[in-house]
């Protein structure tokens, strides 16, 4: 028996959002993207437990996203099974197209603006 599925292979490689990921940059997690991409980006949740510095950064998120203009939601995830199948330890965490890209600290807006800018075609 394995704990939390580690150790078990993802049998498809594609990317869970049919998005511009490549395969190697795919996670073991089972979470669905909302298929629809806007500049490159399908998909930007920030993973919390609900507390004040979750918040913060979920508050951060919408506003660097505002700023760039990108017309996506930021999902604020807190259910611990969803935040688990990520493999986060820290929270609060920034995923980008299913991929996790910060986790354990609070992010500036300019710091979150940097790496949606990555991500845009």
Not at 34 to 46: D, L, M, P
Not at 70 to 78: A, F, Q, R
Not at 95 to 118: A, H, P, R
Request: aromatic fraction near 4%; proline fraction near 1%.
């Amino acid at each position: 028996m394995s704990l939390f599925n580690f150790g078990k292979k993802k049998e498809d490689n594609s990317c869970i959002c049919n998005c511009i990921c490549s395969a190697n940059e795919v996670s073991e997690n089972t979470n669905e993207c909302c298929g629809k991409t806007v500049n490159g980006i399908c998909c930007i949740k920030v993973l919390g437990a609900g507390c004040k510095s979750c918040h913060e950064m979920y508050e951060n998120t919408k506003q660097a996203v505002n700023n760039i203009g990108l017309n996506i939601e930021v999902e604020y995830i807190t259910d611990m099974q969803k935040i688990m199948e990520y493999g986060v330890m820290s929270m609060p965490a920034l995923v980008i197209n299913e991929k996790v890209v910060s986790q354990g600290k609070v992010l500036k807006e300019t710091d979150i603006t940097k790496f949606l800018n990555k991500q845009i075609v």
